[in-house]
Structure formats: structure tokens, C-alpha cells
């Protein structure tokens, strides 16, 4: 083998390690951003199932809109859960 051949199958080699490192590094950065926003979901959404009918009506939403208000309307299997 050639120093030349040996050389672009390094080459070769490196940039498919450097693509596999940044797609990792990309997913660890898609999970961490879902994992923040399921937190301040359960947040709002604890924070106003705590409040009274009438502070709810004062912000003008209702005890049925909560879920939808704290972002569970993409997920609406996961709203029963986040009343536990």
C-alpha cells in the first residue's frame, strides 16, 4: 500500500469519526433540550393545577385547559400523567 493510499484512507477514516462525534454530540443536545422542556412543562403545569378556579378565570383560562396551557397538547396521553 502506498503512502498516498494509506494517507485518504485516514483521511477517509477521520472524517467519518469527526460526522459520528458531531451527530452524537447533536442527539446528547436534542435529548437534554427535551428532557429541559418535559421539566418546565411539569412545571406550569403543577404550578397551575395548584391554583384556585377563580386565579385560573383571572388569567383566563380554565381547570380544562391546563394541559393544553402547559404544552401537553402535542402529547395528550401525557397530560393524565402529569397529575400525579
Known amino acids: 500500500m502506498s503512502m498516498n493510499t494509506l494517507n485518504t484512507t485516514f483521511k477517509n477514516q477521520s472524517g467519518v469519526m469527526t460526522h459520528l462525534a458531531g451527530g452524537l454530540a447533536g442527539g446528547f443536545a436534542a435529548v437534554m433540550a427535551n428532557l429541559a422542556a418535559r421539566v418546565e412543562r411539569r412545571r406550569v403545569y403543577s404550578e397551575l393545577s395548584a391554583m384556585s378556579d377563580r386565579d385560573l378565570a383571572d388569567i383566563g383560562?380554565?381547570?380544562a385547559d391546563i394541559g393544553r396551557v402547559a404544552g401537553y397538547s402535542e402529547f395528550p396521553a401525557?397530560?393524565?400523567?402529569a397529575r400525579r
Open 61 to 63: 383560562i380554565g381547570r
Open 78 to 81: 401525557l397530560a393524565l400523567g
